[in-house]
């Protein structure tokens, strides 16, 4: 898991009941899929996600759950066009 991941799910108590239970589903079905947790984990070596986690506000939406604050940041929305994302959404894609 990244360390987002870590972050989110050690302060899932605060963020919605709908974020939380989305994290923990994510994270089940990543520890069920070993495939998808190595992908998981080499997108912590990706430059645009080490910024992302380097960046306090973005940090601090992330740790909250800030779905809304995430989607708006420019950072994000890059980082939804890597392909090594886009591959592991694709693969998280019920």
Not at 23 to 47: T, W
Not at 75 to 86: C, E
């Amino acid at each position: 898991m990244t360390c987002a991941g870590s972050a989110i799910a050690q302060d899932a108590g605060d963020v919605s009941p709908s974020v939380a239970d989305t994290v923990q589903a994510l994270q089940q079905r990543m520890l069920a899929d070993p495939q998808l947790a190595d992908a998981v984990h080499a997108l912590s070596d990706n430059p645009q996600v080490q910024a992302i986690l380097a960046d306090p506000a973005l940090a601090a939406a992330l740790s909250r759950g800030d779905v809304a604050t995430l989607l708006a940041d420019p950072k994000i929305k890059r980082l939804a066009d890597d392909p090594a994302v886009q591959s592991v959404t694709r693969q998280v894609a019920p």
